[in-house]
């Protein structure tokens, strides 16, 4: 069987290759663009706007990081004869490809799982702040975070531990590869509507005006793209992914698996990134609005005191300001004061102005939230109806 296929990839293999070199490559620039871009803004917003990391925010560097090898892996099988059939491929250039790909799909779960799992910790940042109590919501977001845990484990020990490529001969077989991927994809889908579903009815309990809510809930539902990614890879899989030219049908594969990827580091970044384009694009609004004393106290941070691994709202609550905080809110504060356009200044901005009287009492730090309730009411007030 093996002299039936050509010893070398030639120039004409190439050229008849139903996936180009060209489109390898510029697809993965593209999705690779993408999610430097938005990981990248989301962290300068983090740093310059909120003054504070957390979790939710590092599993999105890993993530994009992920990503980062995804496309390294993909144009790698490019070179092992990925989008050319699998009649012109020589049978060792095969046999790496199918290395590739096995490690692929590894780094690809590995990938999605933090990109998830960043998502899942931003919603427990903004609908669990400090002066939250947890509800059945928070412990639904848990019970997510971990089944997809397990699953990222048992989809990596089922590819790690099959013999296929590694020390069989060529053809052997010992794990349905066609199974694995039908398998992982509907898994996947069941995964991407858990985290879809989560924020569309949360975004209700946030102490906001409607249609700051319809703001905010349109953002989250770019995540819709997610699963709609997940469902079209599965349509091809099914009918696709047990033939024989398997050099086109991994690479397809490959590349809607890394637009879901893209398109989850993307859906995860909106939220944050959205505040920077209000800001720092738009400019709309007025800088002399008034500002809370609460917002005030957001003066500039330490670098210590900005990557400190912390939720907002400053120092554990005591007994007293817990009874206060039971007593004033039964709702999480609005999460994105940026999207009211009305005010575009942020307290490190402000911090800057001899003239604002509020800074006068400003702390280094944060302020405890749930001691801000009344503040946050009085410059959010203005955009209810």
Known sequence: MA???????????????PISSETVIGVSVLFLSLATIFTGTRLYTRFTVYQQ???????????????IVLCTLLVMMMQHGGGMHHADTPVAEYKQYVELFQDLQMVARTSMFFAKLSILLLYIRLFFPKGVTRSALWWIIQIVVWLNFLYTVGLIL????????YNKPYGSSCVNQYMVLISASIINIISDLLVLLI???????????RRRKWAVWALF???????????ARLAYQVPMADGTD?????????ILALAEQVIGIVAGCAPIVSTWF???????GSRDVKISPAAAANAPRTLTQRFKLDREGGEPETPQERRLRKWKRSKAS???????TTILTTASEEALDPGFEALRNAESGRRSDALELSDVASVGGRDRY
């Open 278 to 284: 209000v800001r720092l694009v738009l400019r709309k």
């Open 334 to 340: 609005d999460p994105y004061p940026t999207l009211n």
């Open 158 to 165: 089922a590819i790690a531990l099959q013999c296929v490529p």
């Open 199 to 209: 924020p569309m009815a949360s975004v209700w309990r946030l102490n906001m005006s």
């Open 246 to 254: 398997t050099t086109v049908i991994y690479m397809i594969v490959v």
């Open 221 to 231: 539902a770019f995540g819709t793209l997610a699963p709609l990614s997940s469902i």
């Open 53 to 67: 990391f957390w979790w939710d925010d590092w599993s999105m560097l890993v993530a994009w990081m992920g990503t």
């Open 3 to 17: 002299e039936d296929f050509p010893t070398i990839i030639t120039d004409e293999a190439r050229s008849r290759a």
